[in-house]
């Protein structure tokens, strides 16, 4: 592997945040946060944002957001109990999809301890075919565009 580790981004990269807790389950054998947990985390930062300002029904909406890419870097271990923020930006919006960016934080360190992404594809809840991204949602994830 000839690539360069990519450099943490701080706090500052990112538009919003969401203030999650490590429970006792997340730690591994290792006795740091399994990484399946930062996808957990991820999901649970941007679909609560979504359904408390964007009002996405996850119950019974129209359309939902399917996700169907992800991926997380790893800078530095995270182990309970810490409670973490998931930073979150939007990289690309497109009419049917968005890319989000994340970034877990813990108190003591000033950059992120891990960085990843993942794509929803919005789509018709019965035909599974996708479908514009709900306006009240959409207004949201405009505001999290990172400036170019």
Not at 43 to 68: F, P
Request: glycine share 8%; hydrophobic share 40%; net charge neutral.
């Amino acid at each position: 592997m000839s690539e360069a580790r990519k450099v943490p981004s701080p706090q500052s990269a990112y538009a919003r945040f969401v203030q999650l807790t490590t429970r006792w389950g997340d730690n591994d054998v290792y006795g740091h946060v399994n990484n399946v947990v930062y996808y957990a985390w991820f999901d649970s930062a941007v679909n609560k944002l979504l359904v408390e300002e964007g009002g996405l029904d996850v119950a019974e909406g129209l359309a939902i957001g399917l996700c169907v890419e992800s991926g997380c870097s790893y800078h530095a271990p995270v182990s309970y109990p810490e409670d973490v923020t998931v930073g979150i930006r939007v990289g690309k919006l497109g009419t049917s999809s968005v890319r989000y960016e994340l970034g877990v934080f813990v108190a003591r360190r000033p950059v992120a301890v891990a960085e990843g992404h993942f794509v929803h594809v919005f789509v018709d809840r019965e035909t599974r075919r996708p479908t514009p991204i709900p306006e009240a949602i959409l207004t949201v994830l405009r505001a999290l565009v990172r400036a170019a």
